[in-house]
């Protein structure tokens, strides 16, 4: 038995892939491109495991898709493969066109075409399951109730029109051509081998370096955070059990403003890694330039995942934010070999234009 992931060497993919080879024995095929967000040395402890087969290739080249499917014979495919920043989406949305619409696209017709051939008990049991975003709910206002998976899509940044565009095709392709797919939306992950253009990552990286920690806007700002792990537990869950054609919220009912997430960061810093000075690394906040578009609020009603699949997440947000801080505290050498020319680049065009 074996299942393809693509975008299995970026932030989420490769805990997925990590967590999935630790509980099974299954061959998992790994289809990414490697852009700046796909890292190998994220699952370097793999490497000689002949259970992890590594493709480097575009999600839009169909001919490698019909490829790895005609060679391997999943019994399932997941789609993590995406441009995912929302600051580089308002900076260059065309790659987010190319990825998250039409490498989208390329997978459905590429699995279409060989599902459609497979034996009779080979096609029942394949599933196609699509991760997404709450984002493309938009934004909630204080009073709303969380993000239920019957809420309207109202997209407001490249980032999740495209993921948005992305979940129609595959709902289409379900209700048109009976593909069997099911789709995710979780909130905001975190966790270990977080590229550090995200916030609770660039936070710690900044700290830890003297930089200011760079808040946008009023800093009061909603997400709602689960530990990745969890998000990777949620996916093999409704992968294993999940309806044909449902959607699927995922989330631990921990919503947080940004500046109580930065405090909270710094506060954990102050105790295991302690500045010299013996201050405090919440005197390196600095309120910049918000974001355009920037949504206010995100909120996950997770209650059909655990209703219908029993899922729950384990790690609560003190826990996991705990681990992930001391996580990147003990891997200074990943924290420095992603830290790029390319890396400072785009540190430089997103930061330098935003006023202090
Ligand atoms: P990421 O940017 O860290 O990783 C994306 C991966 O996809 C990288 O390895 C990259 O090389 C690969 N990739 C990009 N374009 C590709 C292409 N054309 N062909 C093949 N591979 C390509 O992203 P992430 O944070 O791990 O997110 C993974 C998925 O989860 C995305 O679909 C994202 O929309 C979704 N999601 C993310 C979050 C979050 O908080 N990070 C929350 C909910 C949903
Ligand atoms: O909600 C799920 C989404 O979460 C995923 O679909 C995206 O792929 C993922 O990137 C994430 O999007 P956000 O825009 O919420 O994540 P980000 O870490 O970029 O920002 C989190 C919040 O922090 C957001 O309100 C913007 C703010 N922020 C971010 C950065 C990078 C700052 O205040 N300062 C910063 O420097």
């Not at 789609?79 to 990825?99: C, K, L, M, W, Y």
């Not at 993921?163 to 289409?172: E, F, S």
């Not at 989330?251 to 102050?270: A, F, Q, S």
């Amino acid at each position: 038995m074996t299942i393809l992931v693509t975008g299995g060497a970026g932030f989420i993919g490769s805990n997925f892939v990590l967590d999935w080879l630790a509980e099974s024995d299954e061959t998992l095929v790994n289809l990414d491109k490697l852009t700046y967000a796909g890292n190998l040395a994220n699952l370097a402890e793999l490497e000689g495991d002949p259970r992890h087969v590594f493709v480097r290739g575009d999600l839009g080249d169909r001919d490698l898709l019909d490829q790895i499917l005609a060679t391997h014979q999943p019994r399932a495919v997941i789609n993590f493969a995406a441009e995912s920043h929302v600051d580089r989406s308002i900076h260059g949305p065309e790659d987010f066109i190319q990825t998250n619409i039409i490498g989208t696209f390329r997978l459905l017709e590429s699995v279409r075409h060989w599902w459609a051939a497979l034996p009779a008990e080979r096609h029942r049991a394949f599933r196609l399951l699509h991760v997404s975003t709450d984002e493309v709910y938009g934004s909630l206002a204080p009073n709303d109730g969380p993000f239920t998976e019957t809420n309207p899509y109202e997209p407001n940044s490249p980032y999740s029109a495209s993921k948005a565009a992305g979940d129609h095709l595959v709902r289409a392709w379900y209700h048109t051509y009976g593909l069997p797919v099911l789709t995710t939306h979780c909130s905001n992950n975190y966790g270990p081998y977080h590229f550090p253009e995200k916030l609770i990552p660039l936070v710690i990286v900044n700290a830890l370096a003297g930089k200011p920690l760079p808040i946008y806007g009023d800093g009061q700002q909603i997400r709602d955070w689960l530990y990745v792990k969890d998000h990777c537990s949620a996916i093999r869950r409704v992968l294993a059990a999940g309806q044909l054609g449902e959607v699927y919220n995922v989330g631990g009912w921990n919503e947080k403003p940004n500046i109580d997430i930065v405090h909270t960061v710094c506060t954990l810093l102050d105790e295991l890694h302690p500045r010299s000075d013996s201050k405090s690394y919440k005197d390196q906040i600095t309120y910049v330039t918000d974001r355009p578009g920037h949504d206010r609020r995100y909120a996950i009603d997770a209650r059909k995942l655990e209703r219908d699949l029993g899922w729950r997440p384990a790690e609560t947000f003190e826990t996991g934010i705990r681990k992930t801080v001391q996580w990147y505290l003990d891997h200074p050498d990943w924290v420095s070999n992603v830290q790029s020319g390319a890396y400072r680049e785009w540190v430089d065009q997103n930061y330098k234009q935003r006023s202090v």
